[in-house]
C-alpha cells in the first residue's frame, strides 16, 4: 500500500464563532500549534481582535456568521462562505468549536474533501437544557446531524465532561470510539494567581453572559433574599448581553436590577484577574455547562465558589472541598450557601487553597494544548509536530 508523504508542516484551520472567544479561550492552543510546527489560520466573524490574531501569526479569514439567526438565507450564506475558506485554505486538519462550526464545517469539509476533523463542544447549551417544543424539534434535527457528520473516519470529538458524552451516545448516537474528553480550555496559573481578600464587606461575582440560563435570574433573586436577612454582602453581575443569543437578558433590565440596589452590574471586564481579586466569593447558578472557563479562573484565584450540581459546573466544584454546590433553578439554596461562605471567612480561605492546587494538578492550559496536539498528531500520521510545545512562547 503506498503511504502519504509526510506532512513536513500541517496547516491547521480553527473555526470558531466569535474572535473575542477564539483570543480568550483558544489563542493558547492556537499558539501551541504554531510552536509545533503548524501553519495555522482562523476562520471567525472578526469584531475586535482581528489584528490581536493576526500579530500572534494566524492566518485570518473572515467569516460572517450570526450565532442566534435560524432565517434560511442567512444561513445558507454562511454555510457558503465557510465552504469558500475550507476551499481557500485547503486545511490538513480542521479544528471546529461550537454547535453550528461543528454542523457548517462538517459539510463544508465533507464537500471540499476535508477527511481530518476535530469537533469541540464547550458545552450543549440552552438546545440542550430546555424542553420547549421548538427546541425539542431543533435539538433532534442537530442531533441527525453530528450523527451523520461526526461518526466518519478521522473524526475526533472533544467534550468536556462525561455528562455530555453520555447524552451525545445515546440521544445522538455518536460512536464513543470517537469523543476524547478534554476537561475545558485549561487556565493561565500565572496570570490567574493567588491574592488576599481585600478588606470591607465581602463581594460575590457572577462573571458569565448576561443570559437566563446561566442563573442570572436565581442571583439576583438570592441577592434581595439576602439583603432582606440584613446579610452585609455586595452581588455583582460581571459580564454583559448577548444579543445573538435568544436567552440574553435585556440591557434594560440589568440597569433596572442595578438601580434598584439588589446587585451592581460591572458589564464586560477585560481585566478578569482584578475582578477575582476583589471578590471573596464567585458564583455560578448555571442550568448547564461544558466546563466553564470563568470557574477554572476563580479557582486559580483562590476563590471559594458557589455553583450549581448540574453538568459542567461539578468538573470543577468539589462539594465541601472547594466550593459548595446547589440545586439549578433554586434561588433559596443558592442564597443559604452564599450565607454560610459570607459568614465564614476561614471556610472560604480553605476552599479557596484546595481550589488552587485542583487546577494546578488538573486544569492548567499546558496540559489541555498537550491533550490537543496530541490528537492532531493522531490524525496526522507521518507529520513532523514536536513533541512538548508550550501554548504561552507568544503570548
Same mark, same amino acid.
Given at each position: 500500500?503506498?503511504?502519504?508523504?509526510?506532512?513536513?508542516?500541517?496547516?491547521?484551520?480553527?473555526? &470558531?464563532?466569535?474572535?473575542?472567544?477564539? &483570543?480568550?479561550?483558544?489563542?493558547?492552543?492556537?499558539?501551541?500549534?504554531?510552536?509545533?510546527?503548524?501553519?495555522?489560520?482562523?476562520?471567525?466573524?472578526?469584531?475586535?481582535?482581528?489584528?490581536?490574531?493576526?500579530?500572534?501569526?494566524?492566518?485570518?479569514?473572515?467569516?460572517?456568521?450570526?450565532?442566534?439567526?435560524?432565517?434560511?438565507?442567512?444561513?445558507?450564506?454562511?454555510?457558503?462562505? %465557510?465552504?469558500?475558506?475550507?476551499?481557500?485554505?485547503?486545511? =490538513?486538519?480542521?479544528?471546529?468549536?461550537?454547535?453550528?462550526?461543528? %454542523?457548517?464545517?462538517?459539510?463544508?469539509?465533507?464537500?471540499?474533501?476535508?477527511?481530518?476533523?476535530?469537533? #469541540?463542544?464547550?458545552?450543549?447549551?440552552?438546545?440542550?437544557?430546555?424542553?420547549?417544543?421548538?427546541?425539542?424539534?431543533?435539538?433532534?434535527?442537530?442531533?441527525?446531524?453530528?450523527?451523520?457528520?461526526?461518526?466518519?473516519?478521522?473524526?475526533?470529538?472533544?467534550?468536556?465532561?462525561?455528562?455530555?458524552?453520555?447524552?451525545?451516545?445515546?440521544?445522538?448516537?455518536?460512536?464513543?470510539?470517537?469523543?476524547?474528553?478534554?476537561?475545558?480550555?485549561?487556565?493561565?496559573?500565572?496570570?490567574?494567581?493567588?491574592?488576599?481578600?481585600?478588606?470591607?464587606?465581602?463581594?460575590?461575582?457572577?462573571?458569565?453572559?448576561?443570559?437566563? /440560563?446561566?442563573?442570572?435570574?436565581?442571583?439576583?433573586?438570592?441577592?434581595?433574599?439576602?439583603?432582606?436577612?440584613?446579610?452585609?454582602?455586595?452581588?455583582?453581575?460581571?459580564?454583559?448581553?448577548?444579543? *445573538?443569543?435568544?436567552?440574553?437578558? #435585556?440591557?434594560?433590565?440589568?440597569?433596572?436590577?442595578?438601580? @434598584?440596589? /439588589?446587585?451592581?452590574?460591572?458589564?464586560?471586564?477585560?481585566?478578569?484577574?482584578?475582578?477575582?481579586?476583589?471578590?471573596?466569593? &464567585?458564583?455560578?447558578?448555571?442550568?448547564?455547562?461544558?466546563?466553564?472557563?470563568?470557574?477554572?479562573?476563580?479557582?486559580? *484565584?483562590?476563590?471559594?465558589?458557589?455553583?450549581?450540581?448540574?453538568?459542567? *459546573?461539578?468538573?470543577? &466544584?468539589?462539594?465541601?472541598?472547594?466550593?459548595?454546590?446547589?440545586?439549578?433553578? =433554586?434561588?433559596?439554596?443558592?442564597?443559604?450557601?452564599?450565607?454560610?461562605?459570607?459568614?465564614?471567612?476561614?471556610?472560604?480561605?480553605?476552599?479557596?487553597?484546595?481550589?488552587?492546587?485542583?487546577?494546578?494538578?488538573?486544569?492548567?492550559?499546558?496540559?489541555?494544548?498537550?491533550?490537543?496536539? =496530541?490528537?492532531?498528531?493522531?490524525? %496526522?500520521?507521518? @507529520?513532523?509536530?514536536?513533541?512538548?510545545?508550550?501554548?504561552?512562547?507568544?503570548?
Amino acid at each position: 500500500m503506498k503511504r502519504s508523504p509526510p506532512l513536513a508542516r500541517p496547516k491547521l484551520l480553527l473555526v &470558531v464563532t466569535e474572535d473575542w472567544y477564539f &483570543v480568550s479561550h483558544r489563542l493558547p492552543l492556537a499558539l501551541g500549534a504554531i510552536a509545533a510546527g503548524m501553519d495555522v489560520a482562523i476562520a471567525t466573524n472578526v469584531s475586535s481582535h482581528g489584528d490581536l490574531i493576526s500579530r500572534a501569526g494566524i492566518e485570518v479569514h473572515p467569516w460572517n456568521l450570526r450565532r442566534g439567526s435560524t432565517g434560511l438565507w442567512a444561513e445558507f450564506k454562511s454555510l457558503l462562505g %465557510l465552504w469558500r475558506i475550507y476551499r481557500r485554505v485547503r486545511p =490538513d486538519i480542521v479544528h471546529q468549536v461550537a454547535i453550528k462550526p461543528v %454542523l457548517y464545517g462538517g459539510l463544508a469539509a465533507k464537500l471540499t474533501g476535508t477527511t481530518r476533523v476535530v469537533n #469541540a463542544l464547550g458545552g450543549m447549551g440552552s438546545l440542550f437544557s430546555t424542553e420547549s417544543g421548538r427546541k425539542r424539534a431543533l435539538r433532534a434535527l442537530v442531533s441527525m446531524g453530528f450523527r451523520w457528520l461526526i461518526n466518519g473516519r478521522s473524526n475526533v470529538l472533544i467534550l468536556q465532561n462525561p455528562d455530555d458524552a453520555a447524552l451525545l451516545v445515546e440521544g445522538a448516537r455518536i460512536d464513543p470510539a470517537n469523543i476524547r474528553l478534554i476537561r475545558g480550555a485549561g487556565v493561565n496559573v500565572r496570570q490567574f494567581d493567588v491574592s488576599a481578600e481585600p478588606d470591607g464587606v465581602p463581594l460575590v461575582v457572577l462573571p458569565a453572559r448576561m443570559l437566563a /440560563d446561566k442563573g442570572v435570574r436565581e442571583f439576583v433573586e438570592a441577592a434581595r433574599i439576602l439583603k432582606s436577612a440584613g446579610l452585609a454582602v455586595r452581588m455583582a453581575l460581571v459580564g454583559e448581553p448577548d444579543a *445573538c443569543n435568544p436567552d440574553s437578558i #435585556a440591557a434594560d433590565s440589568l440597569r433596572a436590577w442595578a438601580d @434598584s440596589g /439588589d446587585v451592581e452590574w460591572w458589564g464586560r471586564r477585560e481585566d478578569m484577574p482584578a475582578v477575582y481579586a476583589a471578590a471573596s466569593l &464567585v458564583c455560578l447558578p448555571s442550568y448547564r455547562e461544558g466546563l466553564p472557563k470563568s470557574l477554572l479562573e476563580a479557582a486559580a *484565584c483562590g476563590r471559594a465558589i458557589v455553583a450549581t450540581d448540574v453538568p459542567g *459546573c461539578r468538573e470543577i &466544584v468539589r462539594h465541601g472541598e472547594n466550593g459548595m454546590l446547589v440545586p439549578a433553578r =433554586d434561588a433559596k439554596a443558592l442564597a443559604a450557601a452564599i450565607a454560610i461562605l459570607v459568614n465564614d471567612p476561614q471556610l472560604r480561605r480553605s476552599m479557596g487553597s484546595k481550589g488552587r492546587e485542583m487546577v494546578l494538578q488538573e486544569f492548567s492550559e499546558e496540559s489541555v494544548v498537550r491533550e490537543t496536539l =496530541d490528537i492532531y498528531r493522531a490524525l %496526522l500520521p507521518g @507529520s513532523t509536530l514536536a513533541l512538548g510545545a508550550r501554548s504561552t512562547a507568544a503570548i
